[in-house]
């Protein structure tokens, strides 16, 4: 299959409202992604419907928990539990965020998780603390990991790569591949680079290898009030920027597969499948045309 082959595969986040739809419904997405930490308990109704929703779609599992840029080693006990739904599920991708999540007390010695996806400077230092963790993961789990880039409500003066810069050589150096969060690109243009959206996706994905990218993510966010600040929410139908950067995502880098999040204010299961048909359908045009 070329990189601009037509065949893509489309899916949607899977979340708890949906689990009868998707069981009960045609099939109309080719996979489905679920948070990894839902799923970490030993038994029970969640993890029993997503064995029988495995037998009938590819999932993808897509951590938020892992702080893979912590100083923090990445607890054993959640190493083991993600290495436990691994062998259960058996996904066809694996992912997480280009972040940090766990810190520690200083007076207490304490380990506490931050509870979101917090951004970090791309400095020489955190790049190398990354790289150390990803291997370390990739190599407990003998699995490839997929870094998604992150959206972000600070910047800092000390970073001397930019994210998209960043996440090239934390690919390099550790053979993981790159999770292309298109309105993650969109909610840090807004906020920091002066919202020229279209500008700001061709600048990202023009620095990005083409054979780098093994996974879209597509979402929208609510709208906030002139100069405050735009939060990726997840609780709105893709926007007409992020379908934009999505034509130029497929031109650079293909086939890859595409999946709409949708987790805040959660629609019916036909609206969240409704967007990523519009997703197939974006992608046949642009592909098709590429194949010509």
Request: glycine share 6%; charged share 15%.
């Amino acid at each position: 299959m070329s990189v601009h082959s037509k065949d893509i595969l489309v899916g949607v986040g899977l979340r708890h409202p949906h689990f009868t739809d998707i069981l009960t419904s045609a099939k109309q997405v080719d996979f489905v992604e679920v948070h990894s930490e839902n799923f970490f308990g030993q038994g029970g109704a969640a993890l029993s419907v997503l064995n029988q929703v495995r037998e009938a779609y590819p999932v993808s599992l897509h951590s938020t928990s892992m702080g893979l840029g912590s100083l923090q080693d990445i607890p054993a006990s959640y190493l083991t539990r993600l290495k436990q739904l691994t062998q259960t599920i058996d996904p066809f991708l694996m992912s997480e965020h280009a972040c940090f999540t766990w810190g520690q007390l200083q007076m207490q010695g304490q380990l506490i998780h931050s509870g979101d996806l917090l951004p970090i400077a791309h400095t020489r230092h955190n790049l190398n603390r990354m790289c150390e963790q990803i291997d370390k993961v990739q190599s407990y789990l003998g699995r490839e990991l997929i870094i998604e880039n992150v959206s972000a409500y600070v910047k800092f003066d000390e970073s001397y790569l930019s994210e998209a810069e960043f996440l090239t050589q934390l690919c390099k150096q550790t053979g993981a591949k790159i999770l292309l969060d298109i309105n993650n690109i969109a909610v840090n243009s807004l906020n920091f680079e002066g919202g020229n959206i279209q500008k700001s996706v061709t600048n990202y994905i023009n620095t990005l290898p083409v054979n780098s990218v093994a996974q879209i993510h597509l979402a929208g966010c609510s709208a906030v009030p002139d100069g405050q600040m735009v939060i990726d929410d997840h609780a709105r139908p893709v926007s007409d920027d992020v379908w934009q950067g999505y034509q130029q995502a497929l031109t650079r880098f293909g086939a890859v597969p595409t999946l709409v999040e949708w987790d805040s204010d959660l629609p019916a299961w036909s609206v969240l499948v409704g967007e990523a048909e519009k997703a197939r359908a974006i992608a046949n045009t642009v592909l098709g045309a590429s194949d010509e």
